[in-house]
């Protein structure tokens, strides 16, 4: 075997910033809990005695966390004057809740995908599948947090004016479901939004259910929301003018089923809006670091979900060729397209 050392050497780098960032992410994790980046935000240049005082933690922990962030490019330091610094644009992605870019959910995330490494081992053995309640806490949470930026920066104020009619739809009144809802935060926004429309969420797991009508209540929106636990094949109602899948209609065990029953429930003249990852249509096209992060997903969370169920397993990464198999062919409407896209998703318009 004969080996090329500049690519031996250029692969070993990948493999330090790899394991340097897996490692690291457990820093950013513990930074988001302690309240390390939202001291920093407010405080200007602190040394790390100061910062450890501004958080109730220990200075000689918080000295090793500031210079490992550092080193990853998180945070700035100033050697003359022994300060660190959390610069403007790394604050407002790792300090502020309601950023459209705010990303710690996204660690907590990974934190979950190494917590069900055993679990997903055994999952690649026998061919099963691990539910997505089986998980640890953390990733029902950090789903929930990285989502919901992105839908602050972009549900009402582009993804639901790319669809033909549907704000004004809401904006006179609408019957609206949410399917898939997780924790609520995309119904939510959205009755923050359109005050004269009624909505109607449905979630599988309980846990997140009973979250979101706390979520709901807190906000200010319960008597306008309802959560209730169903599965996305046989949710109550129908005559919905606005259906809605977020971010989930790829985990499900039956995707065409929730396809069918979207087709039964919602109205004539309705419209059903699917938001996925976003994903081309052939492999080699998301081979970078976008699909990098939604494959990984997709083995340790996506595909074992669909599959403990019996599903398909049709992954993050599904593709607009494969969704409009499940929507148009499968699921019964007579058309679908794209409506618009972000670097992490993809906007669907299907209609009956």
Not at 95 to 104: H, L, T
Request: glycine share 12%; with cysteine.
């Amino acid at each position: 075997m004969q080996i090329d050392q500049q690519k031996l050497g250029d692969f070993m780098n990948k493999v330090v910033t790899d394991a340097g960032a897996a490692m690291s992410a457990a820093l950013v994790v513990l930074g988001d809990r302690l309240g390390l980046y939202r001291a920093m935000a407010e405080g200007g240049p602190l040394t790390p005695a100061e910062l450890a005082s501004r958080t109730g933690t220990t200075e000689r922990y918080v000295r090793e966390w500031l210079n490992a962030q550092t080193a990853g490019g998180y945070v700035a330091y100033d050697p003359e004057t022994a300060r660190y610094t959390l610069p403007p644009e790394q604050a407002f992605a790792l300090a502020d809740e309601q950023s459209p870019v705010f990303c710690p959910g996204l660690f907590q995330v990974a934190k979950a995908v190494w917590h069900a490494d055993e679990k997903i081992e055994k999952n690649f053995r026998d061919g099963s599948g691990t539910q997505w309640g089986e998980h640890h806490t953390c990733l029902f949470e950090g789903t929930e947090r990285f989502f919901r930026s992105g839908y602050i920066g972009n549900l009402v104020g582009g993804w639901l004016p790319a669809l033909d009619g549907v704000v004004a739809k809401l904006q006179r009144g609408a019957k609206v479901a949410d399917v898939g809802c997780g924790v609520g935060a995309s119904t939510i926004l959205m009755a923050q939004a359109f005050p004269e429309s009624r909505f109607w969420a449905f979630d599988a797991h309980v846990g997140s259910i009973e979250l979101a009508r706390k979520r709901a209540r807190d906000a200010g929106v319960g008597d306008r929301v309802r959560f209730e636990i169903a599965k996305a094949t046989d949710y109550p109602g129908d005559g919905y003018d606005f259906i809605a899948h977020f971010d989930c209609l790829h985990d499900m065990e039956d995707p065409v089923g929730a396809a069918k029953h979207a087709r039964r429930t919602i109205a004539a003249d309705g419209t059903w809006m699917i938001v996925e990852p976003f994903a081309h249509d052939r492999p080699e096209q998301n081979h970078n670091p976008v699909g990098r992060v939604f494959y990984s997903a997709s083995t340790m969370l996506c595909v074992p979900h669909s599959l403990s169920q019996g599903g398909p397993g049709l992954g993050a990464q599904a593709g607009e060729a494969r969704l409009r198999e499940v929507v148009v062919s499968g699921g019964g409407f007579s058309r679908m397209r794209p409506a618009t896209e972000t670097p992490f998703n993809i906007v669907l318009e299907a209609r009956p």
